[in-house]
Protein backbone atom coordinates (compact mmCIF):
# COMPACT_ATOMS: atom_id res chain seq x y z
CA UNK A 1 0.00 0.00 0.00
CA UNK A 2 1.31 3.27 -0.74
CA UNK A 3 1.17 6.97 0.33
CA UNK A 4 -2.36 7.95 -0.02
CA UNK A 5 -1.27 11.60 -0.76
CA UNK A 6 1.07 10.68 -3.47
CA UNK A 7 -1.37 8.53 -5.10
CA UNK A 8 -4.42 11.33 -4.85
CA UNK A 9 -1.76 13.68 -6.69
CA UNK A 10 -0.86 10.75 -9.34
CA UNK A 11 -4.83 9.73 -9.65
CA UNK A 12 -6.47 12.82 -10.03
CA UNK A 13 -4.77 14.12 -13.56
CA UNK A 14 -5.58 10.51 -14.79
CA UNK A 15 -8.82 9.99 -13.88
CA UNK A 16 -10.07 13.72 -15.40
CA UNK A 17 -8.42 12.78 -18.39
CA UNK A 18 -10.16 9.17 -18.47
CA UNK A 19 -13.42 10.93 -17.96
CA UNK A 20 -13.07 13.62 -20.41
CA UNK A 21 -12.65 10.70 -23.20
CA UNK A 22 -16.13 10.70 -23.28
CA UNK A 23 -17.56 7.79 -20.87
CA UNK A 24 -21.27 7.70 -22.44
CA UNK A 25 -19.80 7.02 -25.85
CA UNK A 26 -17.95 4.84 -24.08
CA UNK A 27 -20.78 2.71 -22.22
CA UNK A 28 -22.52 2.60 -25.03
CA UNK A 29 -20.41 1.17 -27.30
CA UNK A 30 -19.56 -1.33 -24.04
CA UNK A 31 -23.93 -2.03 -24.27
CA UNK A 32 -23.76 -2.39 -27.67
CA UNK A 33 -21.54 -5.30 -27.87
CA UNK A 34 -22.86 -6.86 -24.71
CA UNK A 35 -26.19 -6.83 -26.52
CA UNK A 36 -25.21 -8.42 -29.69
CA UNK A 37 -22.93 -11.03 -28.19
CA UNK A 38 -25.50 -12.08 -25.69
CA UNK A 39 -28.30 -12.37 -28.32
CA UNK A 40 -25.79 -14.47 -30.47
CA UNK A 41 -25.39 -16.66 -27.14
CA UNK A 42 -29.18 -17.45 -26.60
CA UNK A 43 -29.58 -17.85 -30.36
CA UNK A 44 -27.87 -20.74 -29.81
CA UNK A 45 -23.61 -19.16 -31.52
CA UNK A 46 -21.33 -21.23 -29.59
CA UNK A 47 -18.12 -19.04 -30.14
CA UNK A 48 -20.11 -15.79 -28.98
CA UNK A 49 -20.73 -18.23 -25.74
CA UNK A 50 -17.31 -19.38 -25.64
CA UNK A 51 -16.32 -15.23 -25.27
CA UNK A 52 -19.41 -14.66 -23.16
CA UNK A 53 -17.73 -17.21 -20.83
CA UNK A 54 -14.40 -15.45 -21.25
CA UNK A 55 -15.65 -12.07 -20.48
CA UNK A 56 -16.80 -12.86 -17.06
CA UNK A 57 -14.01 -15.34 -16.00
CA UNK A 58 -11.32 -12.31 -16.76
CA UNK A 59 -14.38 -9.80 -15.31
CA UNK A 60 -13.70 -7.44 -18.06
CA UNK A 61 -15.36 -4.67 -18.30
CA UNK A 62 -18.20 -6.66 -20.57
CA UNK A 63 -18.98 -8.99 -17.69
CA UNK A 64 -21.37 -7.10 -15.90
CA UNK A 65 -23.67 -5.28 -18.92
CA UNK A 66 -23.40 -9.33 -20.50
CA UNK A 67 -24.65 -10.73 -17.02
CA UNK A 68 -27.20 -8.57 -16.39
CA UNK A 69 -28.88 -9.11 -19.65
CA UNK A 70 -27.90 -13.34 -19.41
CA UNK A 71 -28.77 -13.94 -15.49
CA UNK A 72 -32.57 -13.13 -16.35
CA UNK A 73 -33.04 -16.07 -18.19
CA UNK A 74 -30.79 -18.62 -16.37
CA UNK A 75 -32.91 -20.18 -13.63
CA UNK A 76 -34.02 -23.49 -15.74
CA UNK A 77 -30.91 -25.57 -15.89
CA UNK A 78 -30.20 -28.23 -13.09
CA UNK A 79 -26.79 -27.70 -12.05
CA UNK A 80 -25.27 -30.13 -10.92
CA UNK A 81 -22.02 -30.02 -8.65
CA UNK A 82 -19.27 -33.18 -8.61
CA UNK A 83 -16.80 -33.23 -6.08
CA UNK A 84 -14.22 -35.47 -4.58
CA UNK A 85 -10.56 -36.26 -3.72
CA UNK A 86 -8.51 -35.69 -6.77
CA UNK A 87 -8.36 -39.21 -8.80
CA UNK A 88 -11.77 -40.35 -7.26
CA UNK A 89 -12.98 -40.46 -11.39
CA UNK A 90 -15.06 -36.89 -11.21
CA UNK A 91 -14.12 -36.11 -15.02
CA UNK A 92 -14.73 -39.50 -15.69
CA UNK A 93 -18.13 -39.68 -14.55
CA UNK A 94 -18.95 -36.38 -15.71
CA UNK A 95 -18.34 -38.09 -19.14
CA UNK A 96 -20.31 -40.74 -18.49
CA UNK A 97 -23.02 -38.78 -16.98
CA UNK A 98 -23.14 -36.52 -20.08
CA UNK A 99 -23.45 -39.88 -22.14
CA UNK A 100 -26.40 -40.44 -20.71
CA UNK A 101 -28.12 -37.31 -20.60
CA UNK A 102 -27.25 -37.09 -24.39
CA UNK A 103 -28.97 -40.62 -25.23
CA UNK A 104 -31.92 -39.01 -23.68
CA UNK A 105 -31.55 -36.02 -25.77
CA UNK A 106 -30.88 -33.38 -23.29
CA UNK A 107 -28.04 -30.78 -24.14
CA UNK A 108 -25.40 -30.41 -21.93
CA UNK A 109 -22.48 -27.87 -20.49
CA UNK A 110 -19.60 -28.70 -18.28
CA UNK A 111 -17.38 -26.44 -16.21
CA UNK A 112 -14.35 -28.23 -15.13
CA UNK A 113 -12.36 -26.62 -12.23
CA UNK A 114 -8.90 -27.42 -11.67
CA UNK A 115 -6.21 -25.31 -9.51
CA UNK A 116 -4.46 -22.65 -10.77
CA UNK A 117 -0.44 -22.35 -8.93
CA UNK A 118 0.04 -20.26 -6.12
CA UNK A 119 3.48 -19.65 -7.22
CA UNK A 120 3.66 -18.98 -11.24
CA UNK A 121 -0.49 -17.99 -11.51
CA UNK A 122 -0.43 -20.62 -14.38
CA UNK A 123 -2.53 -24.15 -14.31
CA UNK A 124 -2.54 -27.41 -16.01
CA UNK A 125 -6.61 -27.91 -17.10
CA UNK A 126 -6.76 -31.79 -17.63
CA UNK A 127 -10.07 -32.51 -17.67
CA UNK A 128 -11.08 -32.32 -21.09
CA UNK A 129 -8.81 -35.46 -21.79
CA UNK A 130 -11.66 -37.59 -20.47
CA UNK A 131 -14.31 -36.20 -21.83
CA UNK A 132 -13.04 -35.97 -25.53
CA UNK A 133 -15.77 -38.74 -26.70
CA UNK A 134 -18.27 -35.66 -26.70
CA UNK A 135 -16.50 -33.09 -28.55
CA UNK A 136 -17.57 -33.49 -32.32
CA UNK A 137 -21.39 -32.77 -30.19
CA UNK A 138 -22.49 -29.77 -30.91
CA UNK A 139 -25.20 -29.92 -27.57
CA UNK A 140 -22.20 -30.28 -24.81
CA UNK A 141 -20.35 -27.52 -24.36
CA UNK A 142 -16.99 -28.25 -22.22
CA UNK A 143 -15.12 -24.99 -20.50
CA UNK A 144 -12.49 -25.40 -18.47
CA UNK A 145 -11.46 -22.83 -15.83
CA UNK A 146 -8.73 -22.07 -13.35
CA UNK A 147 -9.63 -21.24 -10.03
CA UNK A 148 -6.96 -18.05 -9.77
CA UNK A 149 -6.25 -17.94 -6.01
CA UNK A 150 -9.89 -18.78 -5.21
CA UNK A 151 -10.09 -21.16 -2.25
CA UNK A 152 -13.17 -23.39 -1.80
CA UNK A 153 -12.84 -25.70 -4.76
CA UNK A 154 -14.11 -23.19 -7.58
CA UNK A 155 -13.04 -20.31 -9.57
CA UNK A 156 -14.31 -17.24 -8.08
CA UNK A 157 -16.52 -16.57 -11.45
CA UNK A 158 -17.59 -19.83 -11.78
CA UNK A 159 -21.50 -19.91 -10.48
CA UNK A 160 -21.69 -16.69 -12.86
CA UNK A 161 -20.43 -19.30 -15.78
CA UNK A 162 -22.58 -21.92 -15.02
CA UNK A 163 -25.12 -18.82 -15.14
CA UNK A 164 -24.30 -18.06 -18.29
CA UNK A 165 -24.87 -21.76 -19.69
CA UNK A 166 -27.76 -21.56 -17.92
CA UNK A 167 -29.52 -19.44 -19.76
CA UNK A 168 -27.62 -20.37 -22.88
CA UNK A 169 -30.28 -23.00 -22.98
CA UNK A 170 -28.41 -26.57 -21.59
CA UNK A 171 -30.77 -28.89 -19.66
CA UNK A 172 -28.07 -29.98 -17.28
CA UNK A 173 -25.03 -28.01 -16.15
CA UNK A 174 -21.85 -30.45 -14.61
CA UNK A 175 -19.53 -28.34 -12.43
CA UNK A 176 -16.56 -30.49 -11.99
CA UNK A 177 -14.83 -28.78 -8.49
CA UNK A 178 -11.05 -29.52 -8.20
CA UNK A 179 -10.32 -32.09 -6.24
CA UNK A 180 -11.37 -31.75 -2.64
CA UNK A 181 -10.48 -32.52 0.99
CA UNK A 182 -12.94 -32.12 3.32
CA UNK A 183 -13.38 -28.52 3.86
CA UNK A 184 -14.41 -27.62 0.05
CA UNK A 185 -18.02 -27.29 0.68
CA UNK A 186 -18.80 -24.11 -1.56
CA UNK A 187 -19.98 -26.53 -4.38
CA UNK A 188 -23.18 -26.99 -2.36
CA UNK A 189 -23.72 -23.12 -2.29
CA UNK A 190 -23.46 -23.25 -6.48
CA UNK A 191 -25.36 -26.12 -7.46
CA UNK A 192 -29.02 -27.44 -7.22
CA UNK A 193 -27.38 -31.34 -6.53
CA UNK A 194 -24.32 -31.57 -5.15
CA UNK A 195 -22.91 -35.45 -5.35
CA UNK A 196 -19.72 -36.35 -3.88
CA UNK A 197 -17.43 -38.81 -4.80
CA UNK A 198 -15.56 -41.46 -3.02
CA UNK A 199 -12.91 -44.13 -3.95
CA UNK A 200 -13.26 -47.40 -2.66
CA UNK A 201 -10.89 -48.16 0.42
CA UNK A 202 -10.28 -44.23 0.86
CA UNK A 203 -11.30 -44.18 4.87
CA UNK A 204 -12.93 -45.74 7.41
CA UNK A 205 -16.01 -45.23 9.27
CA UNK A 206 -14.50 -42.07 11.43
CA UNK A 207 -13.73 -40.21 7.92
CA UNK A 208 -17.23 -40.43 7.22
CA UNK A 209 -18.85 -39.27 10.45
CA UNK A 210 -16.21 -35.96 10.27
CA UNK A 211 -17.98 -32.83 9.47
CA UNK A 212 -17.57 -31.12 6.09
CA UNK A 213 -17.81 -32.61 2.40
CA UNK A 214 -19.73 -35.41 3.03
CA UNK A 215 -22.54 -33.46 5.07
CA UNK A 216 -23.38 -31.22 1.99
CA UNK A 217 -23.83 -34.20 -0.24
CA UNK A 218 -27.17 -34.42 -1.51
CA UNK A 219 -25.63 -37.98 -3.63
CA UNK A 220 -22.83 -39.82 -2.16
CA UNK A 221 -21.01 -41.46 -5.23
CA UNK A 222 -18.25 -44.43 -4.07
CA UNK A 223 -17.27 -44.55 -7.90
CA UNK A 224 -14.61 -47.11 -9.23
CA UNK A 225 -17.09 -50.52 -8.33
CA UNK A 226 -15.27 -52.69 -10.13
CA UNK A 227 -11.97 -52.42 -7.52
CA UNK A 228 -12.51 -54.17 -4.61
CA UNK A 229 -13.93 -52.97 -1.44
CA UNK A 230 -16.25 -51.13 -3.78
CA UNK A 231 -19.69 -52.19 -1.81
CA UNK A 232 -18.07 -52.38 1.58
CA UNK A 233 -17.13 -48.42 2.15
CA UNK A 234 -20.57 -48.06 0.03
CA UNK A 235 -22.16 -50.09 2.99
CA UNK A 236 -20.12 -48.27 5.62
CA UNK A 237 -20.93 -44.88 4.26
CA UNK A 238 -24.77 -45.73 4.19
CA UNK A 239 -24.67 -46.73 7.90
CA UNK A 240 -22.75 -44.18 9.27
CA UNK A 241 -24.47 -41.18 6.98
CA UNK A 242 -27.83 -42.74 7.17
CA UNK A 243 -28.27 -43.62 10.77
CA UNK A 244 -26.52 -41.21 12.32
CA UNK A 245 -29.45 -38.97 11.61
CA UNK A 246 -31.83 -38.23 14.43
CA UNK A 247 -34.60 -38.89 12.08
CA UNK A 248 -33.41 -42.48 11.36
CA UNK A 249 -32.87 -43.16 15.36
CA UNK A 250 -36.32 -41.43 17.04
CA UNK A 251 -35.83 -37.83 16.62
CA UNK A 252 -32.58 -37.25 19.29
CA UNK A 253 -31.63 -33.47 17.07
CA UNK A 254 -33.75 -30.66 18.85
CA UNK A 255 -36.14 -29.67 17.05
CA UNK A 256 -35.30 -26.48 14.75
CA UNK A 257 -31.67 -27.43 14.74
CA UNK A 258 -30.30 -27.15 11.06
CA UNK A 259 -29.82 -30.70 10.34
CA UNK A 260 -27.18 -32.69 7.42
CA UNK A 261 -27.98 -33.85 4.42
CA UNK A 262 -29.68 -37.38 4.89
CA UNK A 263 -27.72 -38.69 1.16
CA UNK A 264 -28.49 -41.51 -0.73
CA UNK A 265 -25.28 -43.80 -1.37
CA UNK A 266 -24.92 -45.22 -4.70
CA UNK A 267 -22.06 -47.22 -6.71
CA UNK A 268 -20.78 -46.71 -9.90
CA UNK A 269 -17.91 -47.64 -12.24
CA UNK A 270 -17.49 -44.37 -14.42
CA UNK A 271 -15.48 -45.62 -17.01
CA UNK A 272 -17.46 -48.78 -17.96
CA UNK A 273 -20.54 -46.74 -17.42
CA UNK A 274 -21.91 -49.35 -14.66
CA UNK A 275 -24.76 -47.70 -12.25
CA UNK A 276 -24.52 -44.20 -14.19
CA UNK A 277 -27.66 -44.54 -15.54
CA UNK A 278 -29.01 -44.85 -11.96
CA UNK A 279 -27.32 -42.21 -10.73
CA UNK A 280 -28.21 -39.56 -13.41
CA UNK A 281 -32.05 -40.69 -12.58
CA UNK A 282 -31.31 -40.13 -8.87
CA UNK A 283 -30.03 -36.56 -9.78
CA UNK A 284 -33.27 -36.07 -11.64
CA UNK A 285 -34.96 -37.24 -8.70
CA UNK A 286 -33.52 -35.23 -6.14
CA UNK A 287 -34.01 -32.10 -8.05
CA UNK A 288 -38.04 -33.23 -8.29
CA UNK A 289 -37.98 -33.45 -4.59
CA UNK A 290 -36.00 -30.41 -3.84
CA UNK A 291 -38.27 -28.25 -6.47
CA UNK A 292 -41.36 -28.45 -3.54
CA UNK A 293 -39.68 -28.43 -0.57
CA UNK A 294 -35.99 -26.51 -0.31
CA UNK A 295 -35.37 -25.86 -4.27
CA UNK A 296 -36.34 -22.06 -3.00
CA UNK A 297 -33.65 -22.35 -0.04
CA UNK A 298 -30.97 -23.46 -2.18
CA UNK A 299 -31.57 -20.65 -4.72
CA UNK A 300 -31.45 -17.90 -2.26
CA UNK A 301 -28.23 -20.05 -0.73
CA UNK A 302 -26.80 -18.76 -4.10
CA UNK A 303 -27.78 -15.88 -4.60
CA UNK A 304 -26.83 -14.82 -1.01
CA UNK A 305 -23.12 -16.04 -1.45
CA UNK A 306 -23.21 -14.31 -5.42
CA UNK A 307 -23.92 -11.25 -4.38
CA UNK A 308 -21.91 -11.35 -1.00
CA UNK A 309 -19.06 -11.41 -3.25
CA UNK A 310 -19.89 -8.69 -5.73
CA UNK A 311 -20.52 -6.36 -2.56
CA UNK A 312 -17.48 -7.37 -0.88
CA UNK A 313 -16.00 -6.13 -3.98
CA UNK A 314 -17.81 -3.26 -4.60
CA UNK A 315 -17.16 -1.71 -1.10
CA UNK A 316 -13.50 -2.33 -1.65
CA UNK A 317 -13.63 -0.42 -4.94
CA UNK A 318 -15.12 2.16 -3.01
CA UNK A 319 -13.07 2.77 -0.24
CA UNK A 320 -10.01 2.63 -2.74
CA UNK A 321 -11.73 5.97 -5.12
CA UNK A 322 -10.64 8.91 -5.38
CA UNK A 323 -12.71 10.12 -2.20
CA UNK A 324 -12.16 7.75 0.35
CA UNK A 325 -8.64 6.48 -0.56
CA UNK A 326 -6.78 8.78 1.92
CA UNK A 327 -9.02 7.51 4.87
CA UNK A 328 -8.92 4.36 3.98
CA UNK A 329 -5.22 4.47 3.78
CA UNK A 330 -5.10 6.30 6.67
CA UNK A 331 -6.95 3.74 8.78
CA UNK A 332 -5.17 0.95 7.59
CA UNK A 333 -2.05 2.60 8.44
CA UNK A 334 -3.19 3.26 11.98
CA UNK A 335 -4.10 -0.36 12.41
CA UNK A 336 -0.76 -1.57 11.38
CA UNK A 337 1.17 0.49 14.24
CA UNK A 338 -1.66 -1.10 16.51
CA UNK A 339 -3.26 2.81 17.17
CA UNK A 340 -6.38 1.36 16.22
CA UNK A 341 -8.09 -2.07 16.46
CA UNK A 342 -9.41 -3.59 13.71
CA UNK A 343 -13.07 -3.31 14.56
CA UNK A 344 -13.10 0.01 14.85
CA UNK A 345 -11.66 0.73 11.52
CA UNK A 346 -14.27 -1.35 9.98
CA UNK A 347 -16.73 0.84 11.81
CA UNK A 348 -14.83 4.08 10.54
CA UNK A 349 -14.29 2.96 7.27
CA UNK A 350 -18.37 1.95 6.75
CA UNK A 351 -19.37 5.62 8.26
CA UNK A 352 -16.86 7.28 5.43
CA UNK A 353 -18.45 5.10 2.79
CA UNK A 354 -22.31 6.68 4.61
CA UNK A 355 -20.90 9.88 4.15
CA UNK A 356 -19.37 10.18 1.08
CA UNK A 357 -22.37 10.64 -1.91
CA UNK A 358 -21.00 7.33 -4.27
CA UNK A 359 -19.69 8.71 -7.23
CA UNK A 360 -22.62 7.51 -10.34
CA UNK A 361 -20.94 4.22 -11.53
CA UNK A 362 -19.91 4.57 -15.68
CA UNK A 363 -20.90 1.17 -16.65
CA UNK A 364 -24.33 1.96 -15.45
CA UNK A 365 -25.02 5.19 -17.23
CA UNK A 366 -26.37 3.66 -20.49
CA UNK A 367 -27.66 0.34 -18.84
CA UNK A 368 -31.41 -0.61 -19.77
CA UNK A 369 -33.09 -0.61 -15.82
CA UNK B 1 -6.48 -5.53 -21.53
CA UNK B 2 -6.95 -6.71 -18.13
CA UNK B 3 -3.67 -8.74 -16.72
CA UNK B 4 -4.69 -12.44 -17.39
CA UNK B 5 -2.82 -15.95 -17.98
CA UNK B 6 -2.70 -16.60 -21.76
CA UNK B 7 -4.66 -19.50 -22.09
CA UNK B 8 -2.60 -22.09 -24.74
CA UNK B 9 -4.73 -25.31 -26.04
CA UNK B 10 -2.20 -28.41 -26.28
CA UNK B 11 -3.38 -30.88 -28.34
CA UNK B 12 -1.61 -33.86 -30.47
CA UNK B 13 -3.67 -34.72 -34.04
CA UNK B 14 -2.93 -37.62 -35.50
CA UNK B 15 -2.15 -41.34 -34.47
CA UNK B 16 0.93 -41.83 -32.43
CA UNK B 17 1.11 -42.44 -29.27
CA UNK B 18 3.71 -40.95 -27.74
CA UNK B 19 2.56 -37.58 -25.85
CA UNK B 20 5.40 -36.92 -23.27
CA UNK B 21 6.98 -33.96 -25.22
CA UNK B 22 3.28 -32.85 -25.03
CA UNK B 23 3.19 -32.99 -21.52
CA UNK B 24 6.33 -31.65 -20.96
CA UNK B 25 5.82 -28.97 -22.60
CA UNK B 26 2.41 -28.45 -20.99
CA UNK B 27 3.82 -28.67 -17.31
CA UNK B 28 6.57 -26.25 -18.77
CA UNK B 29 4.15 -23.66 -19.67
CA UNK B 30 1.96 -23.90 -16.62
CA UNK B 31 5.30 -23.29 -14.88
CA UNK B 32 5.69 -20.32 -16.96
CA UNK B 33 2.03 -18.54 -15.71
CA UNK B 34 0.14 -20.11 -18.98
CA UNK B 35 -3.55 -21.60 -18.22
CA UNK B 36 -2.49 -24.62 -20.51
CA UNK B 37 -5.84 -26.64 -21.46
CA UNK B 38 -4.14 -30.36 -21.90
CA UNK B 39 -6.47 -32.97 -24.29
CA UNK B 40 -4.30 -35.67 -24.96
CA UNK B 41 -3.50 -38.24 -27.43
CA UNK B 42 -5.67 -38.45 -31.15
CA UNK B 43 -7.40 -35.72 -31.71
CA UNK B 44 -8.76 -35.07 -35.21
CA UNK B 45 -8.67 -31.49 -36.58
CA UNK B 46 -12.30 -31.59 -35.99
CA UNK B 47 -11.35 -32.20 -32.17
CA UNK B 48 -9.06 -29.84 -32.21
CA UNK B 49 -11.43 -26.96 -33.37
CA UNK B 50 -14.14 -27.71 -30.95
CA UNK B 51 -11.93 -27.58 -27.93
CA UNK B 52 -10.26 -24.10 -29.07
CA UNK B 53 -13.27 -22.67 -29.77
CA UNK B 54 -15.00 -23.83 -26.56
CA UNK B 55 -12.31 -22.94 -24.43
CA UNK B 56 -12.02 -19.69 -25.85
CA UNK B 57 -8.00 -20.02 -26.31
CA UNK B 58 -5.58 -17.81 -27.23
CA UNK B 59 -2.92 -19.77 -28.26
CA UNK B 60 -3.53 -24.02 -30.04
CA UNK B 61 0.19 -25.82 -29.44
CA UNK B 62 -0.09 -28.97 -31.63
CA UNK B 63 2.89 -31.34 -31.30
CA UNK B 64 3.30 -34.15 -34.14
CA UNK B 65 5.54 -36.67 -34.37
CA UNK B 66 3.99 -39.06 -37.17
CA UNK B 67 5.20 -37.29 -40.21
CA UNK B 68 1.26 -36.29 -40.88
CA UNK B 69 2.08 -32.39 -40.01
CA UNK B 70 1.59 -31.40 -43.97
CA UNK B 71 -2.07 -32.74 -44.15
CA UNK B 72 -2.91 -32.22 -40.42
CA UNK B 73 -1.82 -28.81 -39.56
CA UNK B 74 -2.73 -27.09 -42.91
CA UNK B 75 -6.32 -28.61 -42.34
CA UNK B 76 -6.17 -27.27 -38.72
CA UNK B 77 -5.26 -23.77 -39.50
CA UNK B 78 -8.65 -23.77 -42.33
CA UNK B 79 -10.84 -25.25 -39.79
CA UNK B 80 -10.00 -22.42 -37.15
CA UNK B 81 -9.98 -20.26 -39.79
CA UNK B 82 -13.36 -21.14 -41.59
CA UNK B 83 -15.21 -20.70 -37.31
CA UNK B 84 -13.50 -17.15 -37.31
CA UNK B 85 -10.71 -18.36 -35.04
CA UNK B 86 -8.16 -16.26 -37.01
CA UNK B 87 -6.66 -14.41 -34.45
CA UNK B 88 -5.96 -17.72 -32.70
CA UNK B 89 -1.81 -18.47 -32.46
CA UNK B 90 -1.01 -21.54 -33.52
CA UNK B 91 1.80 -23.25 -33.43
CA UNK B 92 3.37 -26.42 -33.95
CA UNK B 93 6.44 -28.81 -32.44
CA UNK B 94 7.99 -32.40 -32.60
CA UNK B 95 9.35 -33.76 -35.81
CA UNK B 96 8.85 -31.53 -38.09
CA UNK B 97 11.77 -31.60 -41.48
CA UNK B 98 13.35 -28.44 -41.91
CA UNK B 99 11.84 -28.26 -45.64
CA UNK B 100 8.04 -28.15 -45.37
CA UNK B 101 8.39 -25.31 -42.79
CA UNK B 102 7.88 -22.69 -45.02
CA UNK B 103 4.63 -24.15 -46.25
CA UNK B 104 3.42 -24.66 -43.05
CA UNK B 105 4.06 -21.06 -42.08
CA UNK B 106 2.16 -20.24 -45.81
CA UNK B 107 -0.83 -22.62 -44.10
CA UNK B 108 -0.98 -20.39 -41.16
CA UNK B 109 1.48 -21.81 -38.46
CA UNK B 110 3.28 -18.90 -36.76
CA UNK B 111 6.10 -20.98 -35.73
CA UNK B 112 7.59 -24.61 -35.52
CA UNK B 113 9.71 -25.71 -32.54
CA UNK B 114 12.09 -28.77 -33.18
CA UNK B 115 13.39 -30.55 -30.92
CA UNK B 116 15.84 -28.98 -28.73
CA UNK B 117 13.98 -25.57 -28.33
CA UNK B 118 13.72 -24.84 -24.66
CA UNK B 119 10.36 -23.71 -22.97
CA UNK B 120 11.43 -20.37 -21.59
CA UNK B 121 11.96 -19.94 -25.47
CA UNK B 122 8.43 -21.20 -26.19
CA UNK B 123 6.80 -19.08 -23.52
CA UNK B 124 8.84 -15.89 -24.54
CA UNK B 125 7.38 -16.59 -28.54
CA UNK B 126 3.46 -16.80 -27.26
CA UNK B 127 4.07 -14.10 -24.90
CA UNK B 128 5.21 -11.85 -27.80
CA UNK B 129 2.70 -12.93 -30.33
CA UNK B 130 -0.38 -14.22 -28.63
CA UNK B 131 -3.59 -12.21 -29.90
CA UNK B 132 -4.35 -8.84 -26.69
CA UNK B 133 -7.85 -8.95 -26.21
CA UNK B 134 -10.36 -6.87 -23.97
New interface residues.
Given amino acids: MTAGATDDQEAGPANLEARAADPEARVADLEARAAALADQTVAGD ?2 AL ?2 V ?2 AVE ?5 AEPLLRRLYPLAGRAHLVGITGPPGSGKSTLVAALTTAARAAGRPVAVVAVDP ?2 PI ?7 D ?2 RM ?1 AH ?2 DRDV ?4 M ?1 SRGHAGGLAGTTTAAAAVLDAAGFDLVFIETVGTGQGEVEIAASADTTVVLEAPEMGDEVQAIKAGLLEVADLVVVNKGDKPGAQRTAAQLRSMLVAGHGDATGGSLAPGRPRPRQPQVLVTTAATGDGVGDLLAAIDRHREAAAGRDRGAAQLVRAEAQVWAILAERLRARLHDDALRATTNETLRAVASHRLDPYAAADRLLAAVDETPARRRHSREGGSE | M ?1 D ?2 IKVLIAKPGLDGHDRGAKVL ?2 G ?12 LR ?1 TP ?2 VL ?2 A ?4 VDVVGLSILSGAHMTLLPKICRLLRE ?3 DDVLVTAGGIIPDEDVAALKEAGVAAVFGPGTTIASVAEFLRANARS ?2
Fill in positions: RRARLTNRTPLSSTGGALLGRVQSAFIRSA | TRPARLRDEGFEVVYTGQEMSALQEDAGLRD
